[in-house]
């Protein structure tokens, strides 16, 4: 059977999501639209690229400098040259201080003195480009990787070569209806990327700012070279995870609206499946995070970060978690107890375990829909109540305001 597919997002995660497919692939299921917000964008556009959940349990089991590949991902920004560091707020708030007695222009060497020596202290660059670009770390190594993913094994007998496409380029190729969601934080709206409503845009970059945990990764600031948005120009706006705004998007593909289908195009099936990330249901036998690599410092487990980060996924789960409730038996519930949104560098047990843990969990769902006979009720047609269908609608065009 076909089904337009849902991934929430959720940083390391996201990995249980190889586990899902595998069940799903062993029903010999196939998709037809795929959605992903952040680690979901990087499932569905792995899958849009043609991807076996063998070839993604490959990709998992990649190592760089004996480490887990993911585990770069969280790189040091940088170098940072003069001129931006000369014209950032971390120099003027420096020269906003004002020392008695001592002269400006001797002030004003002290302070560009000062900034050459915390240029050259690798913890100063994180620090900058958390004041300056609005993340801890630099993400350039994950676009090294998703470039590597997108041109790497074949695809229909043909090479993969899709690194250098746009969105539009990719879905010429493809036929893939992928989208990708990102929170564009200067326009204070969500953003849809497909090849409807940002043809132009890289599809490399696309996932980029769909995967982009705020504070954690640099925002990425959109280029006039990757066109429109809906016939908006967002040249110079900042964008980050989609998960800001919503991370489970399922509403997108039950609503029928008009000013939805416009941008998330017309349903290819009348069956949707949301694969959601639950932190509340255990993975059995997940060894403790025991022999792991330690970095020299974790970001992530900074309180005020936690709270940040908290309030945001709070805010954006409230409606969510609406469409969650009305549609539940439409939703593939896959367990993550005690893992973490950022645990990129999670031992290879750790993984086994949570990839297991997807694949058993979206087996016993499939089981059990066979089993009372509910494949009829997977289907939107004459099934959903009209309350539920309305609540996605209410949402769906709520996200997708002007």
Not at 45 to 51: D, I, S
Not at 176 to 203: K, Y
Not at 243 to 254: A, D, Q, R
Request: negative net charge.
């Amino acid at each position: 059977m076909q089904y337009d597919l849902v991934f929430e997002g959720g940083g390391a995660k996201g990995m249980v999501f190889v586990g899902a497919m595998q069940a799903f692939e062993d029903k010999d299921h196939t998709y037809g639209r795929l959605l992903g917000a952040s680690a979901g964008a990087i499932t569905a556009v792995l899958l849009a690229a043609g991807y076996t959940t063998q070839e993604m349990l490959i990709a998992l089991d990649e190592q760089k400098d004996g480490r887990p590949i993911f585990a770069s991902f969280m790189g040091t920004p940088g170098p940072f040259d003069a001129a931006t560091l000369h014209d950032g707020v971390i120099h003027a708030l420096l020269r906003n201080l004002d020392v008695p007695l001592l002269p400006d222009f001797v002030e004003d060497k002290l302070d560009d003195g000062l900034m050459t020596l915390l240029a050259k202290q690798p913890r100063f660059s994180h620090l900058f480009s958390f004041v300056e670009r609005g993340g801890w770390y630099s993400a350039d190594p994950f676009i090294t990787w998703m470039t590597n993913k997108l041109d790497t094994g074949t695809y229909h007998g043909a090479s993969r070569n899709f690194s250098g496409m746009t969105l539009a380029e990719f879905y010429a190729a493809t036929q893939a209806d992928l989208s990708l969601v990102a929170s564009d934080i200067t326009g204070e709206r969500l953003l849809v990327l497909n090849h409807r409503t940002a043809p132009a845009c890289p599809l490399v970059w696309a996932v980029r700012m769909s995967m982009n945990i705020p504070l954690v990764w640099q925002e990425v600031i959109w280029q006039a070279g990757w066109g429109t948005y809906c016939g908006k120009d967002l040249t110079e706006h900042a964008i980050v995870d989609g998960g800001v705004l919503s991370n489970f998007p399922m509403e997108l593909f039950v609503s029928s609206l008009p000013s939805v289908t416009s941008v998330m195009g017309p349903k290819t099936s009348d069956r949707v499946l949301g694969f959601l990330i639950d932190e509340t249901m255990a993975v059995p036998n997940a060894p403790e995070k025991h022999g792991q690599v330690a970095t020299a410092f974790d970001f992530g487990k900074l309180q005020p970060v936690q709270r940040i980060l908290g309030l945001i996924n709070t805010m954006s789960q409230a409606h969510d978690k609406m469409v969650i409730e009305a549609f539940e038996r439409f939703v593939v519930r896959l367990p993550a107890k005690g893992y973490g949104t950022t645990e990129f560098d999670m031992s290879a047990e750790r993984r086994v375990a949570l990839v297991a843990a997807g694949q058993q969990t979206a087996q016993a769902y499939f089981v059990a829909q066979e089993a009372a006979l509910l494949d009829p009720q997977l289907t939107f047609s004459g099934e959903a109540t009209s309350a539920a269908i309305r609540i996605a609608d209410r949402i769906a065009s709520r996200l997708l305001e002007q």
